[in-house]
């Protein structure tokens, strides 16, 4: 049996642009939202039968290795509706928190539900782990709105969101420094424009001060005109 969230694999994929994959991941947040909305009306489905098999819940504390690892809802081992790869990054997740993410399951959710929500937050925990100041503000945040859709299903995720958290709060912090880079850089465009202005003005002051001395002859125009109106017939 496949996931319902597992219908949005590739959620981040290699070579796409940021808006492309903004659409993706912002389609795999109203997936979850329409999933968890779905899940209240669904009865919990156990089958002891095929691939999936009854199993009593280990204590995290006793799994000193992955082989060790299971994940198990309402007591219903779904290893086998997650990725090998997957399932070793989410052991990881939980080896570094000390607990299954998954501890806070809520009786009566389809198993396939969770398995999903567990596919989700390991893609969600890979992307941010690749991060950068290019992936954007609304990629994380959208990131962000997804894992508290998949909060609704159980899953501990409130340390992701912290961390996505500071880098939303640093993405905002290099989006103030850009806005105020363009700033300065328009406003040195707009000094240097006056500068050139005031240079041009500089240049005819200094002109029209050599005309007036060569006007003048070197003495006052004043004294010259009272002279000559002054001087005997």
Same mark, same amino acid.
């Given at each position: 049996?496949? @996931?319902? $969230?597992?219908?949005?694999?590739?959620?981040?994929?290699?070579? #796409?642009?940021?808006?492309? =994959? +903004?659409? &993706?991941?912002? #389609?795999?947040?109203?997936?979850?939202?329409?999933?968890?909305?779905?899940?209240?009306?669904?009865?919990?489905? +156990?089958?002891?039968?095929?691939?999936?098999?009854?199993?009593?819940?280990?204590?995290? @504390?006793? +799994?000193? *290795?992955?082989?060790?690892?299971?994940?198990?809802?309402?007591?219903?081992?779904?290893?086998?509706?997650?990725?090998?790869?997957?399932?070793?990054?989410?052991?990881?997740?939980?080896?570094?928190?000390?607990?299954?993410?998954?501890?806070?399951?809520?009786? %009566?959710?389809?198993?396939?539900?969770?398995? %999903?929500?567990?596919?989700?937050?390991?893609?969600?925990?890979?992307?941010?782990?690749?991060?950068?100041?290019?992936?954007?503000?609304?990629? $994380?945040?959208?990131? #962000?709105?997804?894992?508290?859709?998949?909060?609704?299903?159980?899953?501990? +995720?409130?340390?992701?969101?912290? &961390? $996505?958290?500071?880098?939303?709060?640093?993405?905002?912090?290099?989006?103030?420094?850009?806005? *105020?880079?363009?700033? *300065?850089?328009?406003?040195?465009?707009?000094?240097?424009?006056?500068?050139?202005?005031?240079? *041009?003005?500089?240049?005819?002051?200094?002109?029209?001060?050599?005309?007036?001395?060569?006007? =003048?002859?070197?003495?006052?125009?004043?004294?010259?005109?009272? =002279?000559?109106? @002054?001087? #005997?017939?």
């Amino acid at each position: 049996m496949t @996931s319902h $969230l597992g219908q949005s694999e590739g959620l981040l994929l290699e070579g #796409d642009d940021i808006e492309e =994959n +903004v659409l &993706r991941i912002e #389609d795999a947040a109203d997936q979850l939202t329409r999933i968890q909305h779905e899940g209240d009306n669904l009865e919990r489905q +156990v089958s002891t039968s095929n691939h999936l098999s009854a199993e009593n819940v280990v204590e995290f @504390s006793q +799994v000193k *290795k992955f082989e060790d690892f299971k994940v198990v809802v309402n007591n219903i081992n779904i290893d086998s509706e997650i990725s090998e790869d997957t399932r070793l990054k989410y052991y990881e997740m939980c080896r570094s928190r000390n607990a299954y993410l998954h501890e806070l399951e809520e009786p %009566g959710l389809n198993y396939t539900l969770i398995a %999903g929500a567990i596919k989700e937050t390991v893609k969600i925990a890979d992307g941010i782990k690749a991060a950068t100041l290019a992936t954007g503000r609304d990629v $994380l945040e959208v990131w #962000d709105r997804t894992l508290i859709g998949v909060g609704h299903f159980g899953m501990e +995720v409130g340390f992701l969101r912290g &961390r $996505l958290s500071e880098l939303i709060r640093l993405c905002e912090a290099a989006e103030l420094v850009a806005g *105020k880079e363009k700033e *300065k850089a328009i406003a040195e465009v707009e000094m240097k424009h006056l500068l050139y202005k005031l240079s *041009k003005v500089s240049l005819v002051i200094k002109n029209l001060d050599e005309e007036i001395k060569t006007h =003048n002859g070197g003495e006052r125009v004043e004294e010259v005109f009272k =002279n000559v109106a @002054s001087a #005997d017939w």
